[in-house]
C-alpha cells in the first residue's frame, strides 16, 4: 500500500486541553488528527488532581476555537470569571470536547505511544529524513501497532513523571524504598481519603502553591483529627513575604491562597524547616526518618512530596530534539520561561518557531514544552497549537508516495486496534 506524506494524519499524544485544543486546530485547519490518550478517558490526568481549585479562571481554561465548536450542541458554558477545580475543568469542558462529533472519532484510548522515530531512519540517519513519515509505536489492550503519521505534536504532560525530593535532582538514598509513603503531586486529603492522613505526622516538601494548597488541606484535616501534626520542609531560608502576587493579580486564586498560607503559618498551625536538602530517607519503627545536611527533621509518618514535575523525553529518543539544558524545554524557549526570571505573567508570546527542533514536523506543546519551569497556563497553550497547527497545514511536503506496510488512521479505526 503507498500513501502521500501530505495525506497522512498528524498525531497528537495526550488527550487533556491542550491535546484535544491541538485535535480542535487541526481539524479546522484541513488537516486529520490522531489523538492517543495512555487513559481510560479524555483528560485522564486531571482527575489526579481534579480537588484542586485552579489560580486561573475559565476565560484562561477554554480553547476559543473549542468553545465554538461546543456552542454547537447544548453545552452550558462556564462563568468565565470563576475559578475552576481540575474536576469541574474536567467535566464540564474535556469531556464534553472528547465526545463532540467532529473530535470522538479521531480520539483512541487506553493507547499509549512507546516511541517515535522516523520511518527506515535511525537518529543518525541524514539522507531523507525530512521527507520520511514519522512511526508512531502505540500498545493497548490489543497488542502493539506502528502508526504513519506526516507530523508530531506532542501534548502528553508532565503529571506522570514527578521530581524527586532529593537536592541532587535524583532520588534520595532510601527514597525508592520509602515509597509507600510518598506521595507526588497533591494527593487527595480531604474526604474519603482522609484516613491516609487523619492522626498522622505530615511532611510537605516544596516551596510553591501545589505545596500551599497541601497544607491548607492538612490544616483543615488537623482540625478534625486529634493527634496530626502538619510539618513544611522548604530550600529558602525564610518564609517571609510569602504573599507575592500583588492585590489585583489576574490570578487571584493565586494571591488568595497566598493569604490563607501566611495566615495558617502566623496562627502556628504549620511547624517550618527551612534551608531543606533532603539527602536521606529511613525507616524506623514504622516513621520515616529524613536527613537533610547533617541534621535530621522529626520523624513522620508520611511525606508530601510536592517538588513540581519533569519532562518525560525517553520515548523521544529517535527524534532530533533541542533540549535547554536547564529547563528541559525546546531550546528556543528555554530563556523565555527560565524560572528564575519569570513568573507565569510575565512569559513573552511565543509559537511555533521556539517550539521548533531540528526534527521538522516534531513540536512538544502544553506544560511539557515549558519542561521543569512551573510556569505554564493553559491559555498560553492554547496560544502554542494555534501557531504550530497553522504553520503544519502551511507545510508543503514535496515527496513520492511511500510504501509501507503499517496501518493507517483509517486502518486503525476499521480494525478497532485502539480502544475507545
Known amino acids: ?216 488541606d492538612l490544616v483543615t484535616l488537623s482540625e478534625q483529627s486529634n493527634g496530626m501534626r502538619v510539618l513544611w520542609g522548604i530550600r529558602g531560608a525564610s518564609v517571609d513575604n510569602l504573599v507575592r502576587s500583588p492585590k489585583n493579580d489576574e490570578l487571584q486564586e493565586r494571591r488568595r491562597l497566598e493569604v490563607h498560607i501566611q495566615t495558617l503559618l502566623e496562627e502556628g498551625k504549620i511547624d517550618v524547616f527551612t534551608d531543606i536538602a533532603i539527602e536521606k530517607i529511613n525507616t524506623e519503627n514504622g516513621k520515616l526518618m529524613v536527613q537533610s545536611h547533617s541534621h535530621e527533621l522529626p520523624p513522620v509518618d508520611e511525606i508530601i512530596a510536592a517538588t513540581g514535575f519533569r519532562p518525560n523525553l525517553q520515548l523521544l529518543s529517535e527524534l532530533r530534539i533541542a533540549i535547554d539544558p536547564a529547563t528541559q524545554s525546546p531550546v528556543h524557549l528555554g530563556p523565555l520561561i527560565d524560572p528564575n526570571f519569570h513568573t507565569c505573567g510575565s512569559v513573552p508570546e511565543h509559537g511555533a518557531e521556539e517550539l521548533s527542533h531540528p526534527e521538522t514536523g516534531f513540536y512538544i506543546v502544553g506544560i511539557k ?20 497547527t497553522s504553520t503544519l497545514a502551511n507545510q508543503v511536503i514535496d515527496e513520492e508516495p511511500v510504501e509501507d506496510n503499517t496501518l493507517s488512521c483509517d486502518e486503525l479505526a476499521a480494525n478497532r486496534c485502539c480502544a475507545k
Open 1 to 216: 500500500m503507498s500513501y502521500t506524506i501530505e495525506n497522512l494524519p498528524v498525531a497528537v499524544i495526550g488527550a487533556g486541553p491542550i491535546g484535544l485544543s491541538a485535535a480542535v486546530n487541526l481539524l479546522d485547519a484541513g488537516l486529520t488528527p490522531i489523538v492517543f490518550e495512555s487513559g481510560d478517558c479524555a483528560g485522564a490526568n486531571l482527575a489526579r488532581w481534579g480537588h484542586v481549585r485552579m489560580f486561573s479562571p475559565w476565560s484562561y481554561n477554554m480553547d476559543p476555537k473549542a468553545v465554538s465548536l461546543l456552542k454547537e450542541t447544548d453545552w452550558a458554558e462556564p462563568a468565565p470569571s470563576e475559578f475552576p477545580t481540575g474536576n469541574e475543568l474536567l467535566k464540564r469542558y474535556v469531556l464534553p470536547l472528547a465526545s463532540h462529533q467532529n473530535i470522538a472519532p479521531h480520539l483512541h484510548l487506553n493507547t499509549r505511544v512507546e516511541n517515535i522515530s522516523r520511518q527506515y531512519h535511525d537518529v543518525l540517519r541524514n539522507k531523507g529524513r525530512a521527507h520520511a513519515p514519522f512511526v508512531v509505536r502505540v500498545s493497548n489492550p490489543q497488542g502493539e501497532r506502528d502508526i504513519l503519521v506526516r507530523a508530531v505534536i506532542d501534548a502528553s504532560g508532565t503529571y506522570q513523571t514527578p521530581n524527586w525530593l532529593g537536592a541532587h535532582g535524583i532520588p534520595a538514598v532510601g527514597e525508592l524504598a520509602a515509597s509507600q509513603s510518598i506521595s507526588y503531586g497533591v494527593p487527595t486529603i480531604l474526604g474519603p481519603n482522609s484516613k491516609g492522613y487523619a492522626g498522622k505526622s505530615v511532611l510537605v516538601i516544596g516551596g510553591g502553591h501545589s505545596a500551599f494548597n497541601a497544607l491548607q
Open 369 to 388: 514544552s515549558y519542561g521543569r519551569a512551573p510556569t505554564f497556563l493553559l491559555r498560553t497553550g492554547y496560544k502554542q497549537v494555534a501557531s504550530v
